[in-house]
């Protein structure tokens, strides 16, 4: 008996199965391709594969039996290893683009997000901005305090004015207002992120990895403007520059992540900025 008459070819439903069952590993691998589970999850897998193969072959049943009881084990330990990753795969799964939350009132943010950044930037005031879009950021909001303040020049400067109550900290617009101020954002955990970037830096890195909020970002260091989305850092912006990747990305009506990150990777201004970024890209991938 050939070893090939031992395997029998699936019917229909089961080429349809193990179409299915493809697509699934390779979303998963996809989220976490880039991410600081991507090598732990391929640690695992290996693992766990070449010990299960060696007590097959071997015939060391027992051990066998073992590796099988603890699949379930190892599933929890993977829920609590990939918690970053899994969390932010529902978040974006539960996103609800049918909410209007003033997508076009947004536009009208563009001026005084800018003339705030200026001020800033010009007096090396430290400053983080959150403009919130199709994920929720309740429970971030939370951790600040609530203001439901029109969005100006004039407040948001103040907010970041040193040794005020709530400079330290990030806020966030919903809408056409600024909702809260003085929020505590997550720090971003990916090792590759270099060791020059402040805290700032990472919270608003870190944002963005569980959301799809567009974050500005003025160094307290440097005075250097940047744009964070979908946890990407675009460093050392002009403030003109910084006008039409925010016009680009406010100026439309919700179109999903994907259509988003399409925005701030093409920039969709025009040709000139298309290049610059196309040039930033490349340094980045250096």
Not at 247 to 268: M, N, P, Q, V, Y
């Amino acid at each position: 008996m050939r070893w090939s008459e031992a395997f029998e070819l699936p019917d229909v439903l089961g080429w349809i199965e193990i179409l299915i069952l493809a697509a699934m590993l390779y979303a998963v691998f996809l989220l976490f391709k880039g991410t600081r589970g991507s090598s732990i999850l391929t640690g695992l897998i290996i693992l766990f594969g070449v010990l299960f193969a060696i007590t097959s072959l071997s015939h060391l049943d027992v051990l066998n039996w073992l590796l099988s009881k603890l699949t379930l084990y190892i599933s929890l330990a993977v829920v609590v290893i990939f918690q970053p990753e899994i969390r932010r795969m529902l978040a974006r799964l539960g996103r609800q683009p049918w909410r209007n939350n003033g997508m076009a009132a947004q536009r009208s943010l563009v001026d005084p997000i800018l003339r705030a950044v200026k001020i800033l930037s010009k007096r090396k005031i430290g400053a983080l901005i959150a403009i919130e879009r199709e994920i929720g950021m309740r429970a971030i909001q939370d951790t600040g305090t609530r203001l439901n303040s029109m969005v100006s020049a004039e407040l948001l400067a103040t907010i970041f004015f040193p040794h005020t109550p709530l400079h330290d900290g990030g806020v966030i617009i919903s809408g056409d207002r600024i909702c809260a101020a003085g929020c505590l954002f997550p720090l971003s955990q990916r090792e590759e992120i270099s060791r020059t970037l402040g805290t700032r830096h990472r919270a608003a890195i870190g944002i963005t990895e569980e959301t799809d909020a567009i974050v500005v970002v003025v160094s307290e260091e440097t005075g250097a403007i940047s744009l964070a989305y979908n946890g990407k850092l675009r460093r050392g912006l002009e403030p003109e520059r910084l006008h039409r990747m925010l016009a680009s990305l406010l100026r439309r009506e919700r179109t999903g992540l994907s259509r988003f990150r399409e925005k701030i990777e093409t920039g969709e201004a025009d040709l000139s900025d298309t290049v610059l970024m196309m040039h930033d890209e490349a340094q980045n991938d250096e």
